[in-house]
């Protein structure tokens, strides 16, 4: 499979994590974000007239969304559905729900990092607002999950993609002026993210303390 992508961006980074944890092959296609522009070329709005990057090409189709990768590879390659719960309507009601959590981080807290790190336009005090909104929503489910005994997103024993797809901005955040001090169940789930076997580490992503893992493409 190939995967167009700029590895600073968390969205790319998510995707090339699923994919190292699941041992699923990715050759990677660099298409320079900035300070080219390459994702509004001519050449590239015609594999994907949405100029968003990643794009996964499985070989059989062309995948434009980043939460649409997760998906694809997750329903392809793990046969023991434990990272997409297919045959559990609640907890796909739940991880969908927190796929749109992620992807509002994208929009808030991962606006604020593209804003701060190459000049990205954007209302940046509304982006931090709402991203600190997601982390308090997120804070509260956590602390509360953790009481009873659930240590991710959705009340199994695994973690998801809805983990891994949250997770990309949330530790990325701190780079577009979004502390995360204040969210103390926020960094412990960080720490257990960091944990999962095949964790893979990108630039701005530190492994966890007490487990050796490898560097992943672009760090």
Not at 165 to 182: K, M, T
């Amino acid at each position: 499979m190939l995967l167009y992508e700029w590895a600073a961006l968390p969205e790319c980074y998510a995707v090339r994590l699923l994919a190292a944890i699941l041992e699923v092959p990715l050759t990677l296609r660099h298409v320079d974000y900035y300070p080219a522009h390459e994702h509004e070329s001519d050449a590239f709005l015609t594999l994907n007239p949405l100029g968003t990057l990643p794009v996964l090409d499985t070989g059989e189709t062309i995948l434009l969304d980043w939460l649409g990768a997760l998906t694809y590879l997750a329903a392809r390659h793990d046969p023991e559905r434990r990272w997409l719960p297919l045959e559990h309507t609640d907890r796909m009601a739940s991880l969908l729900e927190w796929l749109s959590v992620a992807r509002a981080l994208s929009e808030s807290a991962g606006a604020a990092r593209l804003h701060d790190s190459i000049g990205q336009e954007a209302d940046i005090a509304g982006c931090r607002a709402k991203a600190h909104a997601l982390l308090r929503h997120l804070e509260r489910h956590l602390w509360f999950g953790e009481r009873a005994g659930c240590s991710w997103l959705l009340q199994n024993e695994h973690p998801t993609i809805a983990d891994l797809a949250v997770f990309v901005n949330v530790i990325l955040c701190e780079e577009g002026g979004v502390e995360r001090l204040d969210y103390p169940a926020v960094r412990r789930w960080t720490d257990r993210v960091k944990q999962i076997p095949g964790f893979v580490v990108t630039s701005g992503v530190f492994p966890a303390a007490t487990l050796e893992v490898k560097q992943g493409p672009g760090a």
